[in-house]
């Protein structure tokens, strides 16, 4: 019996590795949540214009999750082609722990690996009916705050940076306000979701909070596929410029042979129809000139910090000082209860 | 087969003599599968939370966020037991002792949180339970009482997974129940309260005990049910299995691995004194 | 066991039952308590999968990723259960028919997946075939697949479900004892034919009961095989994976709709139950005894 059911995991095993059919190349894009749409839609125009140098179709698949739950699967051997990760953080250390990925893999694509870019906004009830304008008035009491955690969530730690930019220009850079004033939303947060789609789902499917704290393209995304006028979109006087970037895992890509087509695959969405469409589901696009100018309309120009700002001082350093273990972020519920 | 008949014939010190064959065959089977499938995977956890050391070890258990969660796992999970104990003896009770139309149909709908997948359950209790979920609105604008996104909500959550438990270790028992004592009892001129309270229960305390272990120890765990109800804040509605997924998702093996040997030790302390709890009822009531 | 004469019971009844307000109280509340915990969830599921009339239902039904997940849900409980069972057919005819030193810890470590936290049992797997644990190279060299790929959601699968039916067995055939298979084995008949002729026709109801309740849970595990997983799209989703994407895809209906699939096959488990105990309530209050 045993050995029979090895026989038939290692044929499943192979069946799961060899793609069956050899005409298509398979490429597996790991990513994190919001991006749902908008792979589906770009895998479908990419497989649809493509075919490798020996004549082979192409067929995309997708895992979606929290960002950084998305990378530990990567790092524990989920083969990804391609990683498509909320931020940069997700795709270091995958670099640093697997060695699959160049440790230069910023430089590799255009615009820092990030082939759209986002911000952090705000998304209220219909009629706004608490008068949230700005992310002062997150700290209110009596103000129901929707937010992911920023240990599973790319997302979430942009918007917890994003809250942390304000108050550090409010407070003039006083670290203690400014971890009061963003501690201070976090314990008005009333759910906290591994994923930011989780926390739509928990503000919109289950009416909990009064504020959803979300990506632009997600809400947007919101707005547009829910009950049309039940939510409205704020923007914040100042947020942070997300920027989700894209690597290929050349460990995993030469090993399944699809190097070529994951480079092509990335290379794609820079291209005039990738930024269409990138535009289209609500991402602003890095090459703006080629998406359509009406999609382009809907983004509101504010003032927005980056990540490599002498205020976080990148990636490498925003990290370890605010999410890991014992940082900025676990000190806000420290004494809580 | 053949190979173990002469097993049978050499009875060994540590067990008793018999004719049947097969002793060696399902016993070395049984420990070969138990081991290939549970302990050796088991002892991976382990040995990983062994290489972390003592100190390392301590730092991650005792760790303020770590002992809030675990708190809350069992303590969330005793309050579902203890209610899922008076209850479930109650329903119990009402499906043994009463005839009515439907009882059949009620006695098999007990089982439905074992054969309902825990992620089911979960969607189906938060819209049930949310802020804008029937239950969510009237239980608010009765009692003012937050159950969906509370620390509530976990318990109510491990009270549904965990209620068959309690109904099928005790149902059995009370159907066996001496129905003679509460006669001579009831002759002997104690009320029914008496009756019930000083000669009916004490007989079921084996069974009664067993049920509330098995529901508490499987509300420990629960995860998928859990997670679609609680806030998942840290220090107020973190449960520990969620904080393992956490610490995993952070990248953190070891703090996952820490909480998770944390667990299993408990479960396993747990599951041996329910074991020995079935020695004592079946002792207690001549079985075997 | 007490055998309890029809019309004897009758008459005890009276003396020893409560009032009738009494019985009516704690039926009342024996009924409500089970309406709010365990109908009115199934009942959402159902409502809720029809909230956008039938053409949604069978969109979701349909879809391509619903029906890769189904397929492998049914592969996945189509190895584990009878994996599974072979197990609990050995250990239950161990357990039961011998008495040996250490049997309760034996109980013991059988029952342990019962309490280990479905994440917890996902981690393991995680530690044990992950890219950084001993065993991950060797069999990525090997060129198998074990972690994010479906062998490692059979084995989470298998882990989970593995004390279901040496737990409905056990106490079943210690219960029946072992007189009538030495009956049969000092007439000649041979091990094999004994457990066939003898054993098996005595815990067949057992037997399926549990191979119902191993399905039902092989088929809706989430926590552990959310874990070992991977998610992709189409291939290592499970339903109970698929419904919780469909839910944060916003599309509730749907994910309604696929659980309903699972509630559905939670039913028919139940019904399958509750009508064998109807016809064979004899064999069956036997079981019950543990």
Not at chain 1, 183 to 208: E, H, M, P, V, W
Not at chain 2, 219 to 244: H, Q, R
Request: aromatic share 10%; glycine share 8%; charged share 15%.
């Amino acid at each position: 019996m045993r050995g029979r059911l090895i026989a038939l995991a290692a044929s499943l095993a192979l069946g799961a590795c060899g793609g069956g059919n050899t005409n298509e190349v398979t490429l597996l894009n790991v990513s994190y949540d919001p991006t749902r749409e908008l792979y589906e839609d770009f895998n479908q125009a990419f497989a649809a214009g493509y075919k490798t140098p020996d004549g082979k179709t192409v067929k995309i698949n997708m895992s979606h999750g929290g960002s950084g739950k998305q990378s530990r699967a990567v790092i524990d051997g989920l083969e990804a082609d391609v990683v498509t990760m909320g931020l940069q953080n997700d795709i270091d250390v995958i670099a640093k722990e697997t060695g699959k990925i160049p440790a230069d893999w910023r430089g590799k694509l255009p615009a820092n690996s990030s082939p759209y870019t986002s911000t952090i906004v705000l998304m209220v009830r219909k009629g706004n009916p608490k008068a949230i304008k700005d992310w002062d008035d997150l700290v209110k009491p009596g103000v129901s705050v929707i937010t992911p955690n920023p240990k599973t969530s790319g997302g979430a730690r942009w918007n917890y940076l994003a809250a942390w930019a304000y108050a550090a220009k409010k407070f003039n850079g006083d670290e203690a306000q400014i971890k009061a004033f963003v501690g201070q939303i976090y314990k008005n947060t009333a759910k906290l979701d591994s994923g930011a789609r989780g926390s739509t789902t928990t503000f919109t499917q289950q009416g909990t909070g009064d504020v959803l704290i979300t990506w632009e393209n997600e809400a947007f995304y919101s707005l547009a596929e829910l009950e049309p006028g039940a939510y409205e979109l704020i923007y914040p006087s100042l947020s942070i410029k997300a920027e989700p970037p894209v690597a290929v895992v050349v460990g995993n890509a030469e090993k399944h042979g699809t190097l070529q087509v994951a480079e092509d695959y990335l290379k794609h969405l820079y291209s005039p129809e990738g930024q269409r469409i990138v535009a289209k589901h609500y991402y602003r696009p890095s090459d703006p000139s080629a998406a359509d100018p009406k999609d382009l309309e809907r983004f509101k120009q504010i003032e927005m910090v980056t990540i490599d700002d002498p205020l976080f001082g990148g990636w490498p350093q925003a990290q370890p000082k605010h999410f890991d273990a014992g940082g900025l972020f676990d000190q806000i519920y420290q004494p809580a209860r | 087969m053949s190979a173990s008949a002469p097993d049978g014939a050499r009875a060994s010190r540590w067990r008793r003599r018999s004719v049947l064959p097969g002793f060696g065959l399902s016993l070395g089977y049984t420990i070969a599968y138990l081991s290939l499938v549970v302990l050796i995977p088991l002892a991976g956890l382990g040995i990983r939370s062994a290489t972390l050391g003592w100190n390392e070890f301590w730092a991650i258990a005792f760790d303020p966020r770590v002992t809030s969660a675990l708190e809350l796992s069992f303590g969330a999970a005793m309050v579902a037991a203890i209610i899922n104990t008076i209850f479930g003896v109650l329903v119990a009770w009402v499906l043994v002792r009463y005839k009515f139309p439907g009882r059949r149909w009620l006695d098999a709908a007990v089982d439905l949180p074992f054969a309902l997948p825990t992620a089911v359950a979960g969607i189906a209790l938060a819209t049930l339970y949310a802020p804008n979920g029937p239950f969510g609105i009237a239980l608010e604008s009765l009692f003012g009482v937050k159950v969906g996104f509370t620390s509530f909500g976990v318990t109510m959550a491990l009270i549904f997974v965990g209620l068959p438990f309690v109904v099928r270790t005790v149902q059995p028992v009370l159907e066996e129940i001496d129905r003679e004592t509460e006669e001579v009892s009831a002759t002997l001129g104690a009320g029914r309260w008496r009756t019930v309270t000083r000669v009916i229960l004490p007989g079921m305390l084996p069974a009664i005990l067993t049920g509330f272990a098995l529901s508490f120890a499987r509300g420990v765990g629960e995860y998928g049910s859990v997670i679609f109800i609680a806030s998942n804040l840290p220090y107020v509605s973190e449960i520990a299995p969620l904080l393992i997924v956490i610490k995993l998702e952070e990248h953190n093996y070891a703090g996952a691995t820490a909480i998770a040997t944390i667990m299993l030790v408990i479960s396993f302390a747990m599951l041996f004194v329910i074991n020995l709890l079935q020695a004592w009822s079946r002792k207690w009531f001549g079985h075997e | 066991m007490s055998e309890v004469k029809a019309p004897a019971a009758r008459r005890q009844k009276q003396a020893i039952g409560e009032g009738p307000l009494t019985r009516a109280a704690l039926l009342g509340v024996a009924l409500v308590f089970l309406g709010l915990m365990l109908i009115a969830p199934l009942l959402v599921v159902f409502v809720e999968a029809f909230s956008r009339g039938f053409g949604v239902y069978i969109d979701a039904l349909a879809m391509p990723d619903t029906m890769s997940a189904l397929q492998l849900t049914l592969l996945v409980a189509a190895i584990a259960v009878p994996a599974n069972l072979v197990f609990g057919v050995a250990a239950a005819w161990a357990i039961a028919k011998f008495d040996f030193k250490g049997k309760s810890f034996l109980l013991t470590l059988i029952d342990l997946p019962f309490a280990v936290s479905p994440v917890v049992s996902g981690l393991v797997f995680v530690l044990l075939f992950g890219a950084n644990s001993a065993l991950g190279p060797v069999l990525d060299d090997m060129g198998i697949k074990i972690l994010f790929a479906v062998p490692g959601i059979v084995i989470a699968t298998i882990f989970i479900t593995f004390p279901f039916i040496a737990r409905e067995l056990i106490p079943l055939m210690q219960q029946q004892g072992s007189s009538e298979e030495e009956a049969a084995v000092s007439l000649g008949a041979g091990g094999w034919r004994t457990f066939f002729l003898v054993t098996l026709p005595n815990v067949k109801w057992g037997l399926l009961y549990g191979v119902l309740l191993c399905n039902a849970r092989a088929m809706g595990e989430f926590g552990a095989v959310s874990v070992v997983s991977g998610h992709i799209r189409g291939m290592t989703n499970t339903l109970p994976l698929h419904i919780e994407i469909l839910y944060n895809d916003n599309k509730a209906a749907a994910a309604f709709a696929v659980a309903s699939l699972l509630a559905m096959l939670a039913l028919i488990t139940l019904a399958v139950k509750t009508l064998l105990e109807a016809r064979f309530a004899g064999s069956l209050a036997a079981q019950r005894r543990h």
